[in-house]
C-alpha cells in the first residue's frame, strides 16, 4: 500500500493562485498513476487531472483544463495541482489518489488522502 498526504489548502481570493502538494509513503511512487480530485458540499467527488507514472501524460476535465496544472516529482515521491485564476466555485475538499493502473480514461483509484480544505472568497 502507498500512503498519501495532501497539503497546500488554504483560503485564498478569487483570481489568486495556490499549489497543492501530495507526499507519498514508500519507494515505489513511480509504479503509481496519480489523480487529483475535489469534493464541495452537496455534490459527488469530481475528477480534475491525472499523470502518468512518469510524469509524460496528462489528461484535465473541463473544470481544472487552462487553470490548473498537475505534475509530479518521483525523486521527491511527491505529485502536484497549481491551481491558478481560482474562482469560489473552486471551493471544495481536494483529494489526491493513487493507482498502480496505466495511464487511462478508464483508471479506477486505490489509494486515498485525507483531503485538504481550499476556500476561495469573492
Known amino acids: 500500500q502507498v500512503q498519501l498526504v495532501e497539503s497546500g489548502g488554504g483560503l485564498v481570493q478569487a483570481g489568486g493562485s495556490l499549489r497543492l502538494s501530495c507526499a507519498a509513503s514508500?519507494?515505489?511512487?513511480?509504479?503509481?498513476?496519480m489523480g487529483w480530485f475535489r469534493q464541495a458540499p452537496g455534490t459527488e467527488r469530481e475528477f480534475l487531472a491525472s499523470?502518468?507514472?512518469?510524469?509524460?501524460?496528462?489528461y484535465y476535465t473541463d473544470a481544472a483544463k487552462g487553470r490548473f496544472t498537475i505534475s509530479r516529482d518521483n525523486a521527491k515521491n511527491t505529485v502536484y495541482l497549481q491551481m491558478n485564476s481560482l474562482k469560489p466555485e473552486d471551493t471544495a475538499v481536494y483529494y489526491c489518489?493513487?493507482?498502480?493502473?496505466?495511464?487511462?480514461?478508464?483508471?479506477?483509484?486505490?489509494?486515498w488522502g485525507q483531503g485538504t480544505q481550499v476556500t476561495v472568497s469573492s
Open positions: 489518489a493513487a493507482t498502480r493502473a496505466f495511464h487511462s480514461a478508464t483508471m479506477t483509484f486505490d489509494y
Open positions: 499523470i502518468s507514472r512518469r510524469g509524460g501524460s496528462t
Open positions: 514508500g519507494r515505489t511512487f513511480n509504479s503509481y498513476s
